[in-house]
Nanobody, 124 residues
Framework: VQVVETGGGSVQPGGSLRLSCVAS????????IGWFRQAPGKEREIVSC????????YYSDSVKDRFTISRDAAENTVYLQMDNLRPEDTAVYYC??????????????????WGQGTQVTVSS
């Protein structure tokens, strides 16, 4: 299994970015893709996740109603649309995958496959 993130960059507060996670190597649709982020000096935290079998989703309170996770099965891609970005959203964003599950998972320790991360900077 491989996961590769793209789409980071710099944006002003209130702006938008869309991150993409291309995930490959799955043998079934029993997997969950999660987006995590880590700001300097802080622990890595869950942002959002989606299960491929059920399309169940999760959002952390800090991004609810601003970020949207979606999945394009044909393209093997999970997107994180980030709107109304704030300076506190600045972090390295990681895509991660865990296989063999029909449910969402929010702990980073439950994910087995990680991308290299992409920087998101929100600043005026």
């Amino acid at each position: 299994v491989q996961v590769v993130e793209t789409g980071g960059g710099s944006v002003q507060p209130g702006g938008s970015l869309r991150l993409s996670c291309v995930a490959s190597g799955f043998t079934s649709d029993r997997y969950t893709i999660g987006w995590f982020r880590q700001a300097p000096g802080k622990e890595r935290e869950i942002v959002s996740c989606i299960n491929a079998r059920t399309d169940s989703t999760y959002y952390s309170d800090s991004v609810k109603d601003r970020f949207t996770i979606s999945r394009d099965a044909a393209e093997n891609t999970v997107y994180l649309q980030m709107d109304n970005l704030r300076p506190e959203d600045t972090a390295v964003y990681y895509c991660a995958a865990v296989t063999g599950v029909n449910w969402i998972l929010t702990s980073q320790y439950e994910y087995d496959y990680w991308g290299q991360g992409t920087q998101v900077t929100v600043s005026s």
